[in-house]
C-alpha cells in the first residue's frame, strides 16, 4: 500500500501523530514570504531613514546579527551574501550569538564602537536575547537596535515602543511558529534581513521573491520523493554547503535534531572543511545532502565533494540539492524548479531549508515522535528554560 503523503492526510490523523501544527507550519511558508514582501515594501521608507540617521553621525557602524538557537542561524545565513552588498567601510558587519554575547560580553561590545544591534527572535522572551540588549546599552555610548521579530507581544518588541534608537520589524503574524520547531520564523526573518540590507533595485527582489515562492511549493509537490528518502535505513544526516548555504546547513541539522529529540545524529559542515575531520562522522548508515550552490565558482567545490562522497562508496545515500542541471554527477538528484538557477544562493536556502524541514518531521514521524511536542522529558523548550543571567561590571 502506498505511503500516504502528509499533506494528503486529514488534521485529525495528523493531530494524532503529534504533527498538525509543525506540518501547518511548514507548508505555509511559500504565502508567508508573500507577505514578508509586502511588509518589506510598507517599511522600507522608515528603514532606510533609521539607518541614514545612523550613517550621517558615524563615520562607521559596528552591526551585530544576534539571536539564540535558530535565530543565531539567520545572521550565519545572511551574513555572508550582505558582506557583498553593504559598503564595508561604514558597516562592519559580524553574526554573533546572543548566547556569547551575554557570556563574554567583553569581546564583542566596546564602549567607543557606535553599534547596531540586529536582534532575531520568534517570541522575544529568550533570556539571552533580552540580557544582550541590557548588556549593550549598558556598555556602549552609542546604541542602536533593529529588532526582527515574530511577536509583538514579546518583550523585544515591547522594548522598542518608543525608543527612537531602535526601529522594529514584525514579521507575519502565522510566522509567529505556535510548533516547537522554528520553521516559518526562521525563513521570514532571513528574507526580511536579505531585504532590508541587499541593494538590488525592488523589482529585482520581487522576483526573486515570486522565484521562491514557486520553489518552496515545488518542495512541497514533492513530498513524497523525501518521503522516499526517508524511509531508507539510517541513524545519521550529514548537511552541507557553501557560503550562506554553509550558514543554512546549521538550521537544517539543528532541525532534525530537535524534531528525532537526539535519536537521528547531526553533523553540518561547508563543502570543503567537510573533509578535515569531520568526514569522520561517514558510515554505511549516514545520509548525505549537499545544498549546492547557485555561483557557477562555489558550485565546483560542492561538486567535488559529491563525487567523492560517491565514489568512497560508504554512505547510505548521497544526494545533490540543486537548483540548476547537473552535469557528469552520478549521485542522486533532488532538483527545484529551473527557475531557481537565478537566485543568490542566499534566498536560495529558503526552499533548500523546506527540504531539510521535510526530513526532519518525517524522520520525527517515523521514529514514533510527536513533531509538534518533541521532547519526550520536557528538559528541552519552546522558550529556553532555566537561564540566569547575571550582573556584569
Known amino acids: 500500500m502506498e505511503t500516504k503523503s502528509l499533506f494528503e492526510m486529514t488534521e485529525e490523523e495528523l493531530t494524532k501523530m503529534g504533527a498538525a501544527i509543525t506540518v501547518k507550519e511548514i507548508k505555509q511558508q511559500p504565502k508567508l514570504w508573500k507577505e514578508t514582501f509586502d511588509n518589506y515594501l510598507n517599511s522600507r521608507g522608515k528603514v532606510a531613514d533609521f539607518l541614514k540617521a545612523i550613517t550621517d553621525k558615524h563615520e562607521k557602524i559596528r552591526v551585530i546579527f544576534t539571536g539564540a538557537g535558530t535565530s543565531a542561524y539567520v545572521g550565519d545565513t545572511v551574513i555572508p551574501y550582505i558582506k557583498g552588498k553593504v559598503n564595508e ?8 550569538p546572543t548566547t556569547d554575547l551575554v557570556s563574554n560580553p567583553y569581546d564583542y561590545f566596546k564602549a567607543d564602537i557606535p553599534t547596531l544591534l540586529v536582534s532575531f527572535a520568534r517570541s522575544g ?16 555610548e552609542d546604541f542602536y537596535q533593529l529588532t526582527i521579530t515574530c511577536a509583538p507581544e514579546g518583550s523585544l518588541a ?6 527612537s534608537k531602535n526601529l522594529l520589524l514584525l514579521m507575519p503574524e502565522n510566522s509567529n511558529d505556535k510548533g516547537f520547531a522554528m520553521t516559518g520564523s526562521y525563513t521570514c526573518m532571513v528574507l526580511t534581513t536579505l531585504l532590508v540590507f541587499d541593494t538590488r533595485a525592488d523589482e529585482e527582489k520581487e522576483q526573486i521573491v515570486q522565484s521562491i515562492v514557486l520553489m518552496g511549493n515545488d518542495v512541497i509537490k514533492r513530498e513524497k520523493e523525501i518521503q522516499q528518502i526517508v524511509d531508507l535505513t539510517f541513524n545519521r544526516v550529514i548537511y552541507l554547503g557553501s557560503g550562506s548555504l554553509a550558514g543554512m546547513t ?8 530537535e524534531l528525532t529529540a537526539g535519536k537521528v545524529a547531526t553533523l553540518f559542515d561547508s563543502s570543503m572543511g567537510f573533509r578535515h575531520g569531520p568526514k569522520s562522522f561517514v558510515d554505511e548508515n549516514t545520509l548525505v545532502f549537499v545544498f549546492t550552490s547557485n555561483h557557477e565558482y562555489t558550485r565546483k567545490y560542492d561538486i567535488d565533494i559529491l563525487n567523492e562522497l560517491h565514489n568512497d562508496r560508504i554512505a547510505k545515500y548521497v544526494c545533490c540539492l540543486t537548483a540548476v542541471e547537473t552535469e557528469d554527477l552520478e549521485v542522486n538528484n533532488f532538483k527545484l524548479a529551473e527557475i531557481g538557477k537565478r537566485i543568490p544562493d542566499a534566498y536560495l536556502a529558503l526552499p533548500y531549508v523546506m527540504f531539510a524541514q521535510f526530513v526532519s518531521i518525517i524522520a520525527s514521524i517515523k521514529l514514533g515522535n510527536n513533531p509538534d511536542t518533541p521532547s519526550p522529558t520536557g528538559t528541552v523548550n519552546r522558550v529556553v528554560q532555566g537561564v540566569t543571567i547575571h550582573p556584569y561590571q
Do not use: T, Y
Not at 89 to 96: E, P
Not at 125 to 140: D, F, M, R, T, W
Not at 158 to 163: H, L, P, R, V
Open 89 to 96: 567601510k561604514i558597516w562592519d558587519l559580524m553574526s554573533i
Open 250 to 257: 546549521r538550521e537544517a541539522s539543528l532541525k532534525l535534531l
Open 125 to 140: 522572551n529568550s533570556p539571552e536575547s533580552i540580557g544582550a540588549v541590557k548588556l549593550g546599552k549598558q556598555i556602549i
Open 158 to 163: 515591547q522594548q522598542a515602543a518608543n525608543d
